[in-house]
C-alpha cells in the first residue's frame, strides 16, 4: 500500500462515502477468510486482521514504521472499503477506500486544524467540498485534483473578519471572474489573475466613489473611468494606479477639461 504513504507527504489526501457496495461482496468473500495472528512485511509494515491466501482481505489493522496507521476493511491485498487512516503528522481521514486510495464523499481533519468534507478521487480532493480552517474561514465550491478549481465561496474570519470572495478559482487562487467584498463597504467585481484583480472590473468605495476599467496586478492600469459622488470624472489611460496619459475631466460643474495626466496630475 505504497500509495497510501505518498499521500501523506501530499497532506491529507482522502474520502468518505455514505453505505457500503462491498458488502455483498464480502458476503460472499466471507466463506474464504481466516485469521492470523501480526503479520511483519520485509518494508516494516505490520498487518493484524482476516487474510484470503496470503493477501490482508476483510477487516485488519496497518500501521506503518512511522506511525501511520489504516483501520478498515481492506481486499486482495489492498484497502478498499470503509477505512480510517490515521496519519503520522496527526491528520485523520475517515471513508472509503477504492484500490488503496481514498475516493468518494469524505472528512479528513488535517493536524493544521482545518478539516475537508467533500468529494475525492484516488487520494485527491475533486469535486464538491466544504474546508474549514482553523479560525474558522471557509471555502465552499469545486476541486479539481487537490486544488479550490472552478467556482466557490470564501468566507474569511480572523484578521479579514466579514470579508468575502464569491467567484472562479484556480489551483486555490482568486482566478477568473468574482466579486470581493469588504467589511466596510467597498467591493470589487470583475476578473482575478493569481489572487490579484486584473483584467476589467468595477470597484465600489464606500463614500460614492467608482472606478470601472482595467486592471493589472492589483492596480489601475489601462482605459477607466473614475467617478466622484459630486459629479467629477476622469476618462482616459491610468498607470500603477494612477491617473496617467490622455483623458477627459469634467468637473462638478459639468465643465470638461481634455489633457494629458502624469502620475496622477494634469500636465499644464
Not at 469535486?127 to 476541486?143: E, I, M
Not at 485534483?145 to 466557490?152: E, H, I, L, R, T
Not at 467567484?167 to 468574482?178: A, I, L
Not at 463597504?185 to 476599467?213: A, H, I, L, P, T
Request: proline share 2%; aromatic share 14%; charged share 30%.
Amino acid at each position: 500500500m505504497q500509495s497510501i504513504i505518498q499521500s501523506v507527504a501530499r497532506g491529507c489526501h482522502c474520502s468518505l462515502k455514505g453505505g457500503s457496495y462491498w458488502e455483498d461482496i464480502n458476503d460472499e468473500r466471507a466463506r474464504y477468510r481466516y485469521e492470523r495472528k501480526e503479520h511483519a512485511f520485509p518494508n516494516g509494515v505490520r498487518y493484524t486482521g482476516q487474510w484470503i491466501d496470503d493477501d490482508p482481505d476483510g477487516e485488519g489493522v496497518q500501521v506503518w514504521p512511522d506511525g501511520g496507521c489504516y483501520k478498515g476493511e481492506f481486499r486482495s491485498g489492498r484497502a478498499e472499503g470503509q477505512g480510517t487512516f490515521e496519519y503520522a503528522n496527526g491528520s485523520v481521514y475517515s471513508g472509503p477506500w477504492v484500490n488503496d486510495h481514498a475516493h468518494g464523499n469524505g472528512i479528513c481533519a488535517m493536524s493544521d486544524g482545518s478539516v475537508y468534507k467533500g468529494d475525492w478521487i484516488a487520494g485527491k480532493q475533486d469535486g464538491d467540498g466544504t474546508l474549514t480552517l482553523r479560525d474558522g474561514s471557509q471555502f465552499a465550491g469545486q476541486y479539481k485534483n487537490g486544488f479550490k478549481n472552478g467556482k466557490g465561496v470564501f468566507t474569511f474570519k480572523g484578521p479579514r473578519d466579514g470579508c468575502s470572495y464569491e467567484g472562479e478559482f484556480q489551483e486555490d487562487c482568486f482566478h477568473g471572474y468574482g466579486t470581493y467584498k469588504w467589511t466596510d463597504g467597498r467591493k470589487y467585481e470583475g476578473q482575478w489573475k493569481s489572487n490579484k484583480m486584473n483584467g476589467f472590473g468595477v470597484f465600489d468605495f464606500q463614500d460614492g466613489r467608482k472606478y470601472v476599467g482595467k486592471y493589472e496586478n492589483d492596480e489601475k492600469s489601462g482605459d477607466g473611468i473614475y467617478e466622484w459622488p459630486d459629479g467629477r470624472r476622469y476618462e482616459g489611460q491610468f498607470d500603477k494606479g494612477r491617473q496617467h496619459g490622455k483623458a477627459t475631466f469634467t468637473d462638478a460643474q459639468g465643465n470638461r477639461i481634455i489633457g494629458e495626466w502624469k502620475e496622477g496630475k494634469r500636465k499644464k
